[in-house]
C-alpha cells in the first residue's frame, strides 16, 4: 500500500526580485514604470543574476522558500513592474514563472523563451478581445523576425476535447508551424491544458508558453506540466505531462476576471495551505477580504505562495507517483460533482470546494483531525463565498460510479487524499476504512 | 546550420544469449524446445546473467556490438527457443528488445513487463485471427491475475488518425484500465504508432509493450519510441516519443508476411548500412538471396543488427535534436511520395526505397560521394525487389509542396539526410546546393 505522507521538504526553489538598471540591448523597449524593489528581509544580494546575460542588469535575490513565510508582511514587497520569479526545478525541464502587474508591457519577458521564428497563441471567445493583442505586440515588438498566428476556440470545460483540439492541430499546419516553434497558452486552466496538450503532441513536442489569465490558472493548472484533454467518460482522460518554457503571470489580468471564477481559484490557494502549509493558511485568514476586494499586492503574494508549494511538490514528484497527488484534495469526491452534476454547472474551485469540505469531514471521522480544523476549513471556504457542501442532485450513488474510474485507482482500489495530524498535514493512501467513506457520502447526499 | 556527422560510437549495447538451464519458477511453463546456444567468438562468458533474477539461470555473453559484426558467420549462430537480446540504453526509459523464434510460446519474457493487473492488446483485423490468442495465452498462462482486453483496429495506413486512435480510448475508459494497466501493440508499424502513442496520451502514460509482426516494425519503428498518428495535411503530425516497457519480436510471426511487405522492411534494413554500418550493408548483399528466401537465421541476424543500429543512435539522441535524424535517410522523399500518391498506394518501405536513391542521386551531383555507390544502391534495392524511382504520377511541384511541411524544416529550411564520404557515413544538414536538389526532383520527374 503506498503511502505518501505530505511533509514540506526546501528544494532548490528561489524567489527572485529582478531590478533593471539599464537597458542595453536594442530589442528591448523603454520601461517607463516604477521600479522600486523591496527586498524580503530573509533575502542576501548575489551580485548580478541571469538577466543580466540575456540583455539588461539585475540585482538577484534567494529567499521565500524558506518554512516560515513571513505573514502580513510579504504583500507590502511586492511592486508593480519588475516580476516575482518562482524557479520550478526540474533539471533540464526547469522553467521560470514570472508573476507581476503589467508584465504583458514587457516583451524581453517572453522574447527570451521564444526561440524560431514562429509563435502561434491559443486562446477563446472570451479572451481573445480582452488581451489578444496586447499579448501579439508583447511577443512582436522590437522582435520583427517573429510572426504571430492565433487560434481562437470556444470557452469552456465541455469544449475541452478531441474535436476543439484538433482545430489547433488544423492552424498548426496550416500556418506551418515547424519544429522550433513556440505555442503560447493566453486563457484559463482550459485553454493551459488543451494548448499545452496541443504542444506536447505537435510534431511530437514543440515549444510552449503559458499566459494564464484566471486565478485557478495562475495558482495551479499553469504550474507542473499536466496537460491534457477530457473523454465523455472521464476527465482528463488523454494527456501529457508537458512542462512550459516559462509561465508569464500579469496580475493585471484578473482586472476583468468575473467573481465566480476568482472565488473558484482560490479554492485552490486554501488547499495549499491546508495539506503542507499552516502559515500560509492563517495569512489566507486574515488576508480572505483584500483578496476579494482584489488588493494587487494580497493576490501577488497570494499566487506566489500557491506556485512555490506546487513548484515544491512538483520537483519532488512529476509524474505524480506519490506526493503529487497530495495536490488533488477533494478533488476526487469534486470529479464526482462535476461529472455527475454536469460540466459546467460548478466551476472546478467550487466543486474542489465542496468535495474539500468531504475529505475533511472523512478526515475527522477516522479520527485523524480535531474538530476545530473541521470548522476553519468550513469558515474559510464560506469568507471566499465558497460552497460547502455537493448540489442537492448528487447521490450516493453517483459518486461511486465516477469515483471508481478516478486515475488514481490502482488494481481497482480507491485512493484518496485526506487530512491526517495538525494544520498542513495530509496522506494519499487507500489504507482508511471504507466504513468512513461511506458514512462521509450518505451524510453529505439526501439519497 | 546543424549539420551532425553520422559516425558510429559505440555505446552500452549489448547483445545477450540466453541458455534456461533449469526452471525453478512455478509460474514458468516447461520449455519444451531445443536449448543449444552456440556463442559468437567474440563473446566472453560473464557467469550467470539477468535472467536468474527472474526466474532461471543464464549464461550471459556481452558481443555483437563492437564496430566489426562477424560476417556470414552471426545467422548461423541464431537458435530457436532462447531470445537474443538488444538492450536500448535510454536511462531510466531502457528497456529490452527480445528476438527469436517462437518468442510467443515463453509467456515468461511478457510477465516480467506486467505490472498491473489489467492489459489491453491493440490489433487489427489482419493480425488478431492470426495471433491474438496466442498472444492472450502468453499474457495470461501462469498469470491468472491479469485480465486481458483487446481491441481490433482496421488495418492499414489510413486508419492512422484521430478518429481510429479514439476507439483505443474508448475500450480502455469502458474497459477500465488504470494506471498501472499496460497496452500491448500487437502488429505492424501502423498499430505499434497508434498504440504507442494511446499508451504515452491514456492518463497521461501508462505503460506499453511492443510486438512488431513486420518486417518493417521489427527493425524500425518498434525501435526508438517514436509514436504517433497522422493528420489529413502530413504523416505522424501528432504523436509522442514514448518508451515501450520491451519489444518481444518473434520471427515466427514474419512466415504469415506478404512478400511485398517483407521487402518493404527490407528497405529500412538497407538504409542502416548506407548511413552508418558499411560492413553490415555488405552482408546484406550477400545474403539477400536467404532473407527473401525468409531463412529464419539470416532474419535474426538482420532484424537483430539493424535494432543495434537504431538503439545506438536514439541512445545518442532520443528526441531528435541532431544525429537521430540521419535514420531517415529517403524519407523526406518518401513521404513526399505517400503523401502526393495516396497512403496505401506504395507501402513505406517502397516510398523510403524510392526516396533512398533520390537522396542518393543529389548526393552525387554534390560530388559527396562515389559513383559506385550509386550503383550499389540501385543493385540491391532491385535485388530486394524495391522500386528504384518514384512513381510516374509525382511532379517536381508535388515533391515540393509536402517537402515545404517536412517535419525537419526549421525556420523555413528543409534539412535532408544524404551521404558524404565512403558507404557507411552520411550527413543531416540545410547546407546544400540548391541546385543538387531542383536537379535531382528533374531527373527523376517528367514534369
Redesign the interface.
Known sequence: MATSFCTKNALSLSTTYHHHHTCTNSFLKPISRDFLVSFPKSGSFSSLGRFELNASRSLRVSAASSATPVVDQSPSKTTSGAPTIVEVDLGNRSYPIYIGSGLLDQPELLHRHVH??KVLVVTNTTIAPLYLDKTISALTDGNPNVTVESVILPDGEKYKN?ETL?KV??KA??T?M???CTFVALGGGVIGDMCGYAA??????VNFIQIPTTVMAQVDSSVGG?T?IN?P??K??????YQPQCVLIDTNTLNTLPDRELASGLAEVIKYGLIRDAEFFGWQEKNMPALLARDPSAFAYAIKRSCENKAEVVSQDE?ESGVRATLNLGHTFGHAIETGFGYGQWLHGEAVAAGMVMAVDMSYRLGWIEDSLVKRVDRILKQAKLPTAPPEIMTVEMFKSVM??D??????LLRLILLKGPLGNCVFTGDYDRKALDETLHAFCKS
Open positions: 524560431g521564428k478531441m484538433m492541430f488544423d499546419i496550416e506551418r515547424d519544429r522550433r506536447a503532441a505537435y510534431l511530437r513536442g499536466k491534457g473523454h467518460l472521464g482528463n482522460m488523454i494527456g501529457a505531462f509524474k471508481a474510474v486515475k488514481k485507482v490502482a488494481d481497482g
